[in-house]
């Protein structure tokens, strides 16, 4: 059995070699086909090591990064090449495919990039690090209250863009000697400008209920994924519903782990079929879609598990519900939102359609749904985040003119001092 396993291992890891010296070669004939990198033109990069699995972390960002590449042109450095893959495929930044350290030494040797960013905790974000005269900035792919969110890996950055006071409370409670006022810039949230999209169905008189689930999770600490627990039930009753359309949009590494997870998410989109097949009208959607933000407008429910899914909802300031961990091992923040929320658990994951109707008239839970949405977001009028983005790259800009004028007034300092001792030396 072990040498029958050894040879499957063996086999698996020689198919994904190949594949990745297919994908290398593909990425490098589409960019030698387009129009080279102009010299010196990029101030702005988006560092993303990730492969096309994580894409959902870098495609939140393209139209805030697009608005910004407008003051300040934007490139986003590569290192994998299904990541490259996608990025060419979609309404990304321009695309640098660095796979290797000399690459990457090699490209950002010919542009001017002053600030980098960087959407993920990746491992290999300490190889960028390694550059100096150049602001490092965590900007996350999401804001949520999970222990990802208050990781010591934020003192490897220069400075973190951080949504509004919630973050700044959380990272005050967990990291020990790190300046919050100094090193943290809020910015809402940029992405909720640009929650838009075209609807997959004709709006009409039936409630839309959003159930947006994330992955079960890698460790017991963070088996936030209800699927399994809450999934199969809530679908079950919202598309028995003839007043109620279900829109699922499940993590796209929902099952790559938990085969019955991935067994229960296949079940939910077979019943969502049969629901249509039985009755066209009802227009249930199973969304698998690269792009995410009409979702969240469009749904008058939301139910979401512990991620940043809850806080991208909160952001449009609508009813929802979080789902409460079946795994009594998973660590739930509750100094923040999740201290108020509305839990559905797996108990009342059935009766979704009456808990549903509960939040939209609620009115207490309307004013605290206002209130949690001010401490994370701050104002989310239409535009304001997009601006304050924009303002922190502004000030980042203006202190690396104000680091680079001390350098080369040092440089200038030195020079004159070896002079002087040159005089001295001829008289």
Not at 150 to 156: G, L, M, P
Request: net charge negative.
């Amino acid at each position: 059995m072990g040498a029958v396993s050894d040879a499957k291992k063996a086999y698996r890891l020689l198919k994904r070699a190949l594949a990745s010296r297919t994908a290398v070669q593909r990425v490098r004939r589409r960019l030698a086909a387009g129009e080279p990198h102009l010299p010196e033109h990029y101030k702005v990069a988006v560092y993303f090591a990730d492969g096309a699995v994580n894409m959902y972390q870098m495609r939140q960002w393209y139209r805030p990064l697009a608005e910004l590449a407008e003051r300040w042109p934007v490139v986003v450095l590569s290192r994998s090449a299904t990541g490259a893959d996608k990025l060419l495929d979609e309404d990304a930044p321009p695309v640098a495919f660095v796979p290797t350290v000399r690459d990457l030494e090699r490209f950002i040797a010919t542009q001017d990039i002053r600030v980098v960013l960087y959407v993920n905790q990746n491992t290999r974000n300490f190889q960028m690090f390694r550059y100096g005269r150049r602001w490092h900035v965590f900007i996350n792919h999401g804001e949520s209250d999970k222990m990802y969110m208050t990781t010591n890996q934020y003192k490897a950055y220069d400075y973190a863009l951080v949504a509004g006071q919630a973050a700044r409370d959380r990272l005050s409670r967990t990291l020990w000697d790190y300046d919050i006022d100094r090193r943290t810039i809020e910015i809402g949230r940029p992405q909720a400008d640009h929650y838009s999209g075209a609807l997959p169905y004709s709006p009409d008189e039936r409630t839309v209920v959003l159930y947006a689930p994330t992955w079960e999770g890698d460790r017991p600490s963070a088996h936030y994924g209800s699927i399994a627990t809450h999934g199969e039930q809530l679908a079950a009753a919202v598309l028995t519903s003839t007043s109620h359309r279900l829109l699922y949009r499940p993590h796209p590494r929902s099952g790559v782990v938990d085969s019955e997870y991935g067994a229960a998410h296949r079940r939910i989109i077979a019943a969502i079929a049969a629901a249509n097949a039985a009755d066209p009208g009802a227009q249930h959607v199973y969304d698998d879609g690269p792009e995410l933000g009409w979702q969240l407008a469009a749904a008058d429910v939301a139910v979401v598990d512990i991620s940043a899914m809850v806080y991208d909802r909160l952001a449009v300031g609508k009813p929802l519900l979080v789902t409460r961990p079946a795994d009594e091992r998973a660590e739930v923040d509750t100094n923040g939102y999740l201290s108020d929320c509305e839990w559905l658990t797996t108990d009342t994951a059935g009766d979704i359609i009456a808990e549903s109707e509960r939040v939209r008239a609620d009115e207490a839970a309307t004013a605290r749904l206002r209130m949690w949405v001010q401490h994370y977001f701050g104002d989310t009028s239409q535009g304001v985040a997009t601006a304050k983005f924009h303002a922190a790259v502004e000030r980042l800009m203006d202190e690396w003119d104000e680091w680079r004028a001390r350098e080369v007034g040092a440089i200038r300092s030195d020079e004159d001092d070896d002079d002087d001792e040159v005089d001295d030396e001829e008289v």
